[in-house]
T-cell receptor
Framework: GAVVSQHPSRVICKSGTSVKIECRSL??????MFWYRQFPKQSLMLMAT?????????EQGVEKDKFLINHASLTLSTLTVTSAHPEDSSFYIC????????????FGPGTRLTVL | QKEVEQNSGPLSVPEGAIASLNCTYS??????FFWYRQYSGKSPELIMS??SNGDKEDGRFTAQLNKASQYVSLLIRDSQPSDSATYLC???????????WGAGTKLIIKP
């Protein structure tokens, strides 16, 4: 149980293009999902908290117009990196909370983004 | 002072021995405590969660929590080379369930 998928697992794009990453909870409903970014040899950095049906809450320093988050259903959240640049190249990971009675986050496998 | 502190390592342990990983946290209001394992290039996977003082065992893993001393530890018995990874300590302290992460300890199990 508590499986989270991400798609795509890897993406390479040209500078200036937009990339959409999907995060799905496969066997549970997730009212809350989190988006993280991780640079090499660093710990996870929380980018935003996404609640189903409402606007995402972004962490300080994260540009909400650049990293668009949509949590339209209880099983799907998307992160769109708009006008990507090489400095956006990173490992993007989502996690999901399976409901009200637990505070345990389950992580997706991550998406490796490379911007050329 | 960081909110969650871990020794970055690497911690080198012979195969079959006990690996001991430690984590301290600064906020006494912290409520939930987690150990995640992360292999290189992969996302974190949950090993243990612990909420009350004392020990919690799951197979070869034992988590220990001491709220008075504000530390949480993870013991890995009969260490295997496959246990070689970075171990991340995380805590939550409020109702939005956000995790506060340590920087992680790199563990190397030597055959």
């Amino acid at each position: 149980g508590a499986v989270v998928s991400q798609h795509p697992s890897r993406v390479i794009c040209k500078s200036g293009t937009s990339v959409k990453i999907e995060c799905r909870s496969l066997d549970f409903q997730a009212t809350t999902m989190f988006w993280y970014r991780q640079f090499p040899k660093q710990s996870l950095m929380l980018m935003a908290t996404s609640n189903e049906g409402s606007k995402a809450t972004y962490e300080q320093g994260v540009e909400k117009d650049k990293f668009l988050i949509n949590h339209a259903s209880l099983t799907l959240s998307t992160l769109t990196v708009t006008s990507a640049h090489p400095e956006d190249s990173s490992f993007y990971i989502c996690s999901a909370l399976p409901g009200q009675r637990t505070d345990t986050q389950y992580f997706g496998p991550g998406t490796r983004l490379t911007v050329l | 002072q960081k909110e969650v502190e871990q020794n970055s390592g690497p911690l080198s342990v012979p195969e079959g021995a006990i690996a001991s990983l430690n984590c301290t946290y600064s906020d006494r209001g912290s409520q939930s405590f987690f150990w995640y394992r992360q292999y290189s290039g992969k996302s974190p996977e949950l090993i243990m969660s612990i909420y009350s003082n004392g020990d919690k065992e799951d197979g070869r893993f034992t988590a220990q929590l001491n709220k008075a001393s504000q530390y949480v530890s993870l013991l890995i018995r009969d260490s295997q080379p496959s246990d070689s990874a970075t171990y991340l300590c995380a805590v939550t302290r409020d109702s939005n369930y956000q995790l506060i992460w340590g920087a992680g300890t790199k563990l190397i199990i030597k055959p």
